[in-house]
């Protein structure tokens, strides 16, 4: 799969925003040449090997996998007690605030006809977005 050229809005080819798998997997073969951002002012540049079995290793890649970092950010975060947040769960908390945005629209434009049902929607829509944020 070719990757489209990113042109000066940050578009693809096509006119779509790149897709993040998309990158992953053309890169996914060229660690060696991979340049890794600085996130914290002292570097990484200590190591600590431990012994795994093959199904724990699968279970570490499948965790990093879902919340979208590496393993090793994955372990780093697990062994010094930071949460780990699932894109999935970021994902759904975006969705959710884009369907609220969408309920307000149809309440100024409707005129208020649905005010009593928006507004109970709406509430559950914020208790859903505190409940998944309260996991992070």
Do not use: W
Not at 45 to 69: F, H, Y
Not at 87 to 104: A, C, S, V
């Amino acid at each position: 799969m070719p990757i489209a050229p990113i042109g000066a809005a940050g578009m693809g080819g096509d006119g779509f925003p790149p897709d993040r798998n998309h990158f992953s997997r053309a890169f996914s073969t060229s660690f060696n040449n991979m340049t890794f951002k600085r996130t914290q002012a002292e570097p990484l540049s200590c190591q600590c090997n431990i012994r795994l079995t093959p199904s724990e290793m699968e279970e570490l890649k499948d965790a990093a996998s879902v919340a979208g970092i590496t393993v090793s950010t994955y372990i780093r975060q697990r062994a010094l007690g930071r949460r780990v947040a699932a894109n999935t769960d970021m994902t759904t908390i975006r969705e959710l605030r884009r369907i609220g945005g969408l309920l307000k629209h149809i309440h100024n434009e409707s005129g208020g006809a649905y005010s009593q049902l928006t507004a109970d929607t709406l509430i559950e829509i914020q208790k859903a977005i505190v409940s998944i944020g309260n996991g992070l």
